[in-house]
């Protein structure tokens, strides 16, 4: 059985650095969307896929209190580079067996995380190795920036064969 968001989101909020504060009560979703410095409409991905449930409130929404730490933790994940998608897929998803580091359909909420972070980690660590291989090809070419530092760069990974 997969944890509760609720069992998610404490923990996180607990264990993640800088978790934007959100203080207890209803807020609006511009305010929320001003107090965790993101965009409102990423704040509507998160309600359009069900992430969170806020209520309506004449023409706008109103954030209750685990409603706004999900989107607090959620925005922290979200910094931490994981997109989207993969933010929806963590709270949203069924628990997956296979893929958890106990290998159990019943986890505990460490579990699920360290199966997300997992992940995340992974990824970033082939960018990295992406990353190297390309500014070795940089300074074997010879254009290598001075002082070897790229300002900008945008990876594009061949198609897998």
Known sequence: MRPSKAELIELLSRV?????HVRDGFLSESALAEILAVDR???????TAGVVAPRRFGRGFVYANL??????VAARLAGL?????????????PCDPVGCPR???????RD???????????????????LRRFRA????????????????????RPPAT
């Open 16 to 20: 993640l650095p800088d978790v934007p």
């Open 112 to 130: 699920c995380c360290e199966l997300l972070l997992r992940g995340h980690l992974s990824r970033l660590e082939a960018d990295i190795d992406d």
């Open 81 to 93: 580079g994981l997109s989207t998608a993969a933010i929806v897929h963590f709270f949203e998803a």
């Open 67 to 72: 409603d706004a730490r999900i989107c607090s």
């Open 137 to 156: 090809a940089l300074a074997a070419d010879g254009t290598a920036p001075a002082g070897g530092r790229i300002r900008h760069l945008e990876l594009v």
């Open 41 to 47: 409409r990423w704040l509507r991905e998160l309600r």
């Open 103 to 109: 290998a159990v359909p019943a986890c505990a909420p």
